[in-house]
C-alpha cells in the first residue's frame, strides 16, 4: 500500500529536495511506514528519531492530520495515509 510523506523545507536536504516522498510496502504502523522511509531517504532518519527509537520530542508526526505523540510509533496506519512530519522551529 502506498503512503505519502510531506518534508517540511527544513529536513528537505535529507529528501533529496522533495517536499513529498511516495513509498510502497505494508505497514501497519507508523513505525513500520518510517521504516519504508528511511529506505529511500535514510538521512532523514537521525532527525526524526533518537537513538533509543522514539520520536524526537521537537518533532511531531501527523497521519490524516491527527498527532500521533500519544501513540508514538505503534500509532495505526490505514492504506494510502498521509505522513507529515514536523520539526519544531525556533529563532529569534
Known amino acids: 500500500?502506498?503512503?505519502v510523506f510531506v518534508i517540511p523545507g527544513a529536513?528537505?536536504?535529507h529528501s533529496g529536495g522533495r517536499s513529498e516522498v511516495r513509498v510502497d510496502g505494508d505497514a501497519a504502523t507508523v513505525d513500520a511506514a518510517l521504516t519504508l522511509l528511511w529506505r529511500e531517504c535514510p538521512g532523514l532518519r537521525d532527525?526524526?528519531?533518537?537513538?533509543?527509537h522514539e520520536i524526537r520530542?521537537?518533532?511531531n508526526v501527523f497521519v490524516d492530520g491527527t498527532?500521533?505523540?500519544a501513540a508514538g510509533l505503534a500509532a495505526p496506519l490505514r492504506n494510502h495515509a498521509e505522513i507529515?512530519?514536523?520539526p519544531a522551529v525556533s529563532g529569534g
Open 1 to 3: 500500500m502506498p503512503f
Open 11 to 13: 529536513l528537505q536536504a
Open 47 to 52: 532527525r526524526v528519531l533518537t537513538e533509543r
Open 57 to 59: 520530542p521537537h518533532v
Open 67 to 69: 498527532n500521533v505523540r
Open 84 to 86: 507529515i512530519i514536523v
